[in-house]
């Protein structure tokens, strides 16, 4: 659990003094259960918080009912960072426990008194802030541009093997979620693919590039 935090870019760059707040804040985490909210749309976000266990999801819903996945996050990563110092800092999209998850909550006043007095720490966060908008430019440029086809193709060359096969380490739901369109849409394109030859599945959760 330690080591996670540890290999944190944010929190390794804390002087002892700090790192002794942060374990003062570690012995009161928050739990949450799997599929719970940690956060809703509009909610207001007061800390940056780290995760100790489990992972959790960024999800938006649109009006038509269909869910998409933004962003995944895993033990040693943090949520807030990017909207704490915000003009109108609340969370845009819906946060939640994707398993059973332990957060640790670190308010603005501490996290200020950090970027104050922390030139290291506060070089940190301004890069992490810089990477994260990257994150989401490349996430909104995929899911705007392309076809379902050509997008699964791409992501689809990127996890095959020497023998071109496809091992899937997710459902067809969190599939459809990163892809932002309905769980039914993904399995047509799929069994388009299929028989028009370009795919061949295996087993439930394989598939081998054939074209």
């Known amino acids: 659990m330690i080591l996670n ?7 390794k760059n804390l002087t002892d003094e700090e790192w002794f707040m942060f374990e003062t804040l ?14 809703m749309e509009s909610d207001q976000c007061k800390t940056v918080d780290f995760i100790v266990e489990g992972s959790v999801y960024v999800k938006r819903h649109d009006l038509e009912g269909r869910t998409l996945m933004v962003e995944r996050f895993l033990p040693g990563d943090f949520l807030g960072a990017n909207l704490l110092f915000s003009s109108k800092p609340t969370y845009p999209m819906d946060i939640i426990a994707e398993t059973d998850c332990v957060l640790v909550k670190v308010p603005k006043p501490i996290i200020l008194s950090w970027c104050q007095g922390n030139m290291a720490f506060l070089e940190t966060y301004m890069q992490e802030l ?82």
Do not use: C, W
């Open 26 to 39: 570690l012995k009161k985490p928050f739990r949450y259960h799997k599929k719970a909210f940690i956060y």
């Open 130 to 211: 810089s990477d994260r908008a990257k994150i989401l430019v490349s996430t909104i440029h995929k899911l705007s541009t392309g076809t379902l086809r050509e997008r699964l193709l791409e992501d689809f060359d990127k996890i095959k093997d020497e023998k071109n096969k496809i091992f899937l380490s997710v459902s067809k739901k969190e599939m459809a979620e990163r892809y932002g369109v309905a769980r039914t849409s993904l399995s047509r394109e799929l069994n388009k693919m299929e028989e028009e030859g370009i795919l061949k599945k295996l087993s439930r959760n394989a598939y081998q590039l054939l074209k």
């Open 5 to 11: 935090l540890k290999q944190n870019p944010l929190l």
